[in-house]
């Protein structure tokens, strides 16, 4: 068992998710910028378009970065919401409202396309991350930690979720190989784009991961920080000879194999302590 330490998070994620979001602003403005470039002053010249993205990608990551480095706010309320996948989501749409609008403004729109994809699937989803590991500092800070712990989902679980989205999956397979075969019907490369992502990113979930049990939740480290989930997300928990599940209404519940817990006997210990037992 030990203290979190309490002091204020470091301001290392403030300065990467400053980055990212001013990347994320930078990679969405190029379209525009190199839109009324070319309509609105006449420079079409590869050359001079070419250039100006790039000092538009340089001015405009860094003027967001200084903007969001004074807030540090910002990154702790987009951490704490949902929201903070709405972003990524939104430079997808933009992504389609672009390549929708190529017949009126041809290459233009396709710099646009391409620019807002980027955005949807670098810097927002790591702008996501950013956020949600700076909240997780701040929920932990000055909490007690008791157990730690590395486990993933069991193998019956896991090919179960296999089975439910296996028919997501396969749409999702067969709208991008449609996109290929009828080169002009892009609406079903914007389906495949969707559905593959939400038939793939539950099975992160499914995995080992290392948890740490606190005051606060329970906390999973991933490869860009971590996240917690507080133990008001979930409604108890239960125990079978395969698994701890923590349940919850509307997400997937967690679930740890026991086999892969050194000590499960103390780990149910400690969650009885936050959650109420439903079997």
Request: charged letters at 15%.
């Amino acid at each position: 068992m030990s203290t979190i330490a309490g002091e204020r998070a470091d301001r290392d994620t403030d300065s990467t998710f400053a980055l990212v979001l001013g990347l994320y602003l930078a990679l969405l403005a190029v379209g525009p910028v190199v839109a009324a470039t070319a309509l609105w002053l006449g420079l079409g010249d590869d050359a001079v378009l070419y250039v100006v993205s790039l000092l538009t990608v340089a001015v405009v990551t860094g003027l967001g970065w200084l903007g969001t480095w004074r807030r540090p706010g910002l990154a702790v309320a987009l951490g704490r919401s949902r929201a903070r996948w709405f972003p990524a989501l939104l430079a997808g749409g933009f992504g389609i409202a672009a390549i929708l609008a190529a017949p009126a403004f041809g290459v233009l729109a396709l710099v646009a396309f391409f620019f807002g994809l980027l955005a949807a699937v670098v810097p927002g989803p790591a702008m996501a991350f950013a956020a949600r590991s700076r909240y997780t500092d701040v929920v932990l800070a000055g909490t007690t930690e008791y157990e730690s712990f590395t486990a993933g989902w069991p193998d019956r679980a896991r090919n179960r979720l296999v089975l439910a989205l296996l028919p997501v999956f396969a749409t999702g397979c067969a709208s991008m190989a449609a996109a290929f075969w009828f080169e002009h019907d892009t609406w079903l490369w914007s389906i495949g784009q969707f559905l593959l992502p939400a038939a793939t990113m539950p099975f992160n979930r499914t995995q080992a991961h290392t948890y740490s049990l606190s005051d606060a939740g329970i906390v999973r480290s991933i490869p860009f920080g971590k996240t917690v989930a507080t133990w008001d997300r979930f409604d108890g928990y239960s125990s079978t000879d395969e698994a701890i599940v923590l349940h919850r209404h509307w997400d997937l519940d967690a679930r740890f194999a026991r086999d892969q817990i050194d000590d499960p006997e103390t780990v149910l210990t400690t969650i009885d302590r936050f959650l109420p037992r439903r079997d």
